[in-house]
């Protein structure tokens, strides 16, 4: 239970570790893996040390040592231990191999040769540890089949304080999936079990981690009720108590009084929780209950102590590489900044949200695959070891004349059979992984729907301070240029628009873009009712890095048409269309019914004009021109291939 409630137990093993520590200090020199006694002795030696932060890395070298021998050795219960002891090391040093699922692998190896053991009480035990390797993960489904499974197990065995532990663990992985109902279900049942025990202690932790179900539930008076019994234990003196649970529920109460408009109480229980845990704990861990301040005093109003917890959460964050924290932490920097008008340091934290959030997507892409290539490096050295025992082996046997030939064919059909089920087991491994690249593409394109939704609305603030400043402009020249750069503006934002709008996100459509870019400049210039535009042209798709001189040059046409084309308040009509011309080849045409360039003879060389020049040359197009019958533009170009999403 060590695992799963936190420091419970370590200060009773305290003084045998230490004791160990000093009657075995240095790590044996060599290990005949053939000796199962030494080779158990230089397991036991590793495990004290295996939550050692001064030099983790050899530790984890010593316990993948401790692997090999206990291989060569073949009893699968030094096996056992050993995977255990690599699953915990990556248990309590996860910053080295953050997003991997080592201490899962390891923990299913070690279930498995418990499972061949017969050992029932190991494997259960074991099923709870995959839970929470497994929640760690954030694979939810993959921790409800583990946790139903040590439920089933300690249901056999009759251990009902595991069984309780395992309905808590099932209620967090319940939470963890937004399923209420289920939640506090197995919160009752953990309590329930909790209940028959009689165990204070452990009453006082499970009424702890099940407020949080009623939390989720929003059934604020029975999370207040569960975590003021909680802490009233706690208060009581119930042997030795671990901080954490404790604070916890101080926590839950305070969120819950909150949510019930009693401010002042919950900022006392808030602040009691924070003070405890930076008084107590490591910062690492008291981040987490630092940051609720902030929410607190921001719902008082009191917006510059809420920006001062908030920049102190982000500060412990950063330093722990706590990305979880530090998003929240931006985002309430966000929100108080924006409530007492600061717009630029909300601006800059959302800048840092979003950076941070780009680079966590990365950075758990990059953990995945190097992940894949290290098991496929350790996979290849297990291969080269298994080999090498089969090959000394085989060589014992041609030394008895009573082994025959029947029994070298049963030993192929074992190895056949061993690496059919390793070759299974891979294959469940890889299913997971694809799970997970699944869920971090899918996240991925949320997140990029986000970053262009937040460009479209950038874009149009500024579009919106240029039609401000222009109001302030008396010059009509001047006017019309904050108009132009205006339209210029929100073509890119539609651009935008469009993309988190569509599930596809690395092209637009062009032929409703074109519909929605011209009303908006119909409506810039009040000429709805005399100007017709027509879309001759069938759905076509451009990446965004051609849409955006795409629609930048139809802008400029469209403006120039407008400006030039129908003098006098003339109605006209204005076709626009994008077709293909030839294999990969299109055909941008802008043509007007006007007067003609011929007649009017005006606009065709300023700064659009120039404009739609350089814009041309970015496409890579040819420009042309006609003045017959109205005013027609074209610009053929190749039409750039669209990247997959």
């Not at 496929?376 to 050295?381: C, D, I, L, S, V």
Request: hydrophobic share 40%; proline share 2%.
């Amino acid at each position: 239970m060590d695992r799963l409630m936190g420091n419970q137990g370590k200060q009773k093993l305290l003084w045998g570790i230490l004791l160990f520590s000093m009657l075995q200090n240095i790590a044996p020199a060599q290990v005949n893996p053939h000796d199962s006694l030494a080779v158990d002795s230089f397991l036991r030696w590793i495990e004290p040390r295996i939550e050692n932060f001064d030099a983790p890395m050899d530790i984890y070298r010593k316990c993948h040592e401790g692997l090999v021998l206990a291989r060569q050795n073949g009893d699968p219960d030094l096996l056992a231990y050993a995977y255990g002891h690599l699953a915990e090391w990556h248990n309590f040093h996860y910053n080295f191999f953050p997003g991997t699922d080592s201490s899962l692998y390891y923990d299913y190896q070690a279930l498995e040769q418990y499972r061949l053991l017969g050992d029932s009480f190991h494997v259960a035990q074991f099923y709870t540890f995959l839970t929470t390797d497994a929640q760690r993960l954030d694979s939810m489904k993959l921790a409800e089949q583990y946790a139903l499974e040590a439920i089933k197990a300690f249901d056999r065995i009759g251990d009902l304080d595991w069984m309780a532990v395992s309905y808590l663990q099932m209620s967090e992985v319940y939470r963890a999936l937004k399923d209420t109902s289920a939640s506090v279900t197995y919160a009752d049942k953990g309590l329930a079990a909790i209940e028959a025990s009689g165990d204070d202690y452990f009453l006082a932790y499970g009424l702890s981690a099940a407020s949080e179900a009623y939390l989720l539930a929003e059934n604020y008076d029975r999370v207040i009720e569960m975590s003021t019994r909680s802490i009233e234990l706690y208060k009581a003196g119930i042997g030795d108590i671990d901080i954490l649970p404790q604070l916890n529920a101080y926590r839950a109460r305070g969120k819950a009084l909150l949510k019930t408009g009693k401010l002042e109480a919950a900022l006392r229980d808030q602040r009691y929780a924070a003070d405890q845990a930076l008084a107590q704990m490591e910062e690492e861990v008291a981040v987490e209950y630092v940051l609720p301040l902030g929410d607190i005093y921001q719902a008082r109003g009191e917006y510059r102590p809420a920006i001062q917890h908030y920049l102190k959460s982000a500060e412990l964050a950063q330093v722990y590489d706590q990305k979880k924290e530090l998003i929240l932490a931006y985002l309430g920097l966000i929100n108080c900044y924006e409530a007492i008008g600061e717009p630029e340091n909300a601006h800059r934290y959302l800048d840092l949200y979003q950076e941070l959030e780009l680079a966590e997507l990365r950075k758990q892409i990059n953990s995945l695959q190097s992940e894949l290539l290290i098991r496929y490096q350790t996979e290849e050295k297990d291969e080269q070891i298994a080999q090498q025992a089969v090959a000394l082996s085989q060589q014992k046997r041609i030394q008895y004349l009573a082994f025959t030939v029947g029994a070298l064919l049963l030993v192929i059909l074992v190895g056949v059979y061993r690496n059919f089920l390793q070759k299974r087991r891979q294959g469940r491994q890889l299913q997971d992984l694809n799970a997970n690249l699944q869920i971090q593409n899918e996240r991925n394109e949320l997140l990029l729907k986000e970053i262009h939704h937040r460009v479209k609305n950038n874009l149009t603030v500024v579009s919106g301070l240029l039609e401000l400043q222009s109001a302030y402009l008396e010059d009509s020249g001047m006017h019309l240029a904050m108009r132009e750069s205006q339209n210029r503006v929100m073509s890119m934002g539609i651009i935008h628009q469009k993309l988190y709008q569509r599930d596809k996100l690395t092209a637009i459509e062009m032929k409703d873009y074109f519909r929605s870019l011209s009303e908006v400049i119909l409506d810039a210039f009040g000429d709805q009712d005399r100007i017709e535009l027509q879309y001759s042209m069938e759905e076509i798709e451009l990446n965004i890095d051609a849409a955006i001189p795409v629609g930048l040059i139809t802008n400029e046409l469209l403006t120039n048409a407008l400006k030039y084309a129908f003098p006098d308040g003339r109605a006209g009509t204005i076709a626009v269309s994008l077709q293909y011309v030839a294999e990969d080849i299109l055909e941008l045409r802008v043509a007007d019914d006007g007067v003609g360039k011929a007649v009017n003879g005006k606009g065709r060389s300023g700064f659009g004009s120039q404009l739609v020049t350089l814009l041309t040359r970015q496409l890579k197009g040819e420009l042309r021109e006609e003045g017959e019958n109205g005013t027609t533009v074209s610009i053929r170009f190749r039409k750039p291939k669209t990247s997959s999403t």
